[in-house]
């Protein structure tokens, strides 16, 4: 399963990471790099929860995120 990570500066200068495949997984960051960290990480616990209520497929056996 791939995601795809955009991002982007908010006016007030924190960053700003969203999962698209995921809507509502998102992080804020001091830069781009711990902005997309905390989306990943957020982004596994959702696919772990979700995986846990039978909520998604499991063919997840290899989880690739791509930066946009």
Avoid: C
């Avoid at 960290?37 to 989880?63: I, W």
Wanted: aromatic share 8%; charged share 30%.
């Amino acid at each position: 399963m791939k995601f795809t990570i955009e991002y982007e500066r908010e006016e007030d200068g924190r960053w700003i990471a969203e999962i698209i495949e995921l809507p509502g997984v998102m992080a804020y960051g001091k830069n781009p790099d711990e902005a997309m960290a905390r989306a990943k990480a957020l982004a596994l616990f959702t696919v772990a929860d979700r995986l846990e209520h039978g909520e998604t497929a499991a063919q997840l056996s290899d989880v690739t995120f791509l930066a946009a």
